[in-house]
């Protein structure tokens, strides 16, 4: 336990490091708080255009942060050689797979705490009020966050960065697509491609099913036993992934 922490405290330190950090802290920084000019323009429906500004620019961020974090901490490892020197010492591959994930996680959600603050002092400056819908919502990103990073793990563990990146990015964006494919497949004529849309749809990350913003934004209330089962539902997903990405990591030869 103590290995796995003094790793992810260093992937932690090492991606804290990265220019690309600060400057989505100040990109969030300028996105969250330029939702004040907008109040200019609609009074009547501020509280849904924060609310969709806000939470919008936080889960692009945190997406972004996270597919370029995750794809090199892994592959910089490798290409610096200084795996060598980690791996030399008591430490399987497996922790330190799970070292530098924790890590990951560490970092995108101390960025994520910054930007909720940031929108909570926002909403409540312009008199506004927060309720089970926002908070229901930055659950929402954050297990997206720890969906995203297993994935992406998976192709580091095996491939480079640049790799690593691009699959995580296109897997991103499928699994915001999942429920469209399986309507897509429930309606095909062919059999076979209906058994193929449906396995893709189980198979594919489904981070629609972790997204509720839009129903922050009209205030639809999304209920315990939902957000329950979208937590169960993440962390079981990141499971399988990080043992794949442990057992392929095993695997790897860093010659």
């Known amino acids: 336990m103590n290995t796995l922490i003094a790793l992810a405290l260093n992937g932690f330190r090492e991606a804290s490091r990265n220019r690309v950090t600060v400057v ?9 708080f330029s939702a004040t000019v907008s109040i200019e323009l609609t009074v009547a429906t ?16 945190c997406a972004f942060l996270t597919i370029f974090l995750a794809s090199g901490l892994i592959p910089r490892e490798i290409e610096r ?39 909570v002092g926002q909403v409540l400056v312009q008199g506004s009020a927060l309720n089970h819908s926002h908070l229901a919502s ?24 640049y ?26 004529k062919s059999d076979v491609v209906q058994v193929i849309g449906k396995g893709l749809y189980y198979a594919l990350p489904n981070l629609d099913r972790l997204d509720f913003k839009a129903r922050a934004t009209y ?16 962390i079981a997903y990141a ?3 990080l043992v794949m990405a442990c057992l392929l990591f095993e695997r790897r030869d860093f010659k």
């Open 163 to 188: 790799i690593t990146a691009v699959c995580a990015a296109g897997l991103y964006f499928l699994g915001h697509l999942s429920s469209d494919l399986y309507k897509m497949a429930d309606h095909a």
């Open 81 to 119: 050689k200084t795996i060598f020197m980690i791996l030399a010492k008591p430490i399987s591959r497996s922790s330190f797979v799970l070292g530098r994930y924790a890590g990951n996680l560490v970092t995108v959600f101390f960025v994520l705490g910054v930007m909720i603050a940031l929108f």
């Open 219 to 234: 205030n639809e209330v999304t209920t315990n036993a939902e957000l329950f089962q979208a937590t169960g539902y993440a």
């Open 46 to 61: 501020f509280d849904r255009v924060m609310t969709d500004l806000g939470l919008g620019v936080m889960s692009l961020i």
């Open 24 to 32: 989505v802290f100040m990109f969030a920084f300028v996105m969250i």
């Open 239 to 241: 499971t399988v992934m």
């Open 138 to 161: 930055f659950v929402g990103i954050a297990l997206q966050v720890v969906v995203l990073t297993s994935v992406a793990f998976v192709f580091a563990s095996v491939s480079s960065q």
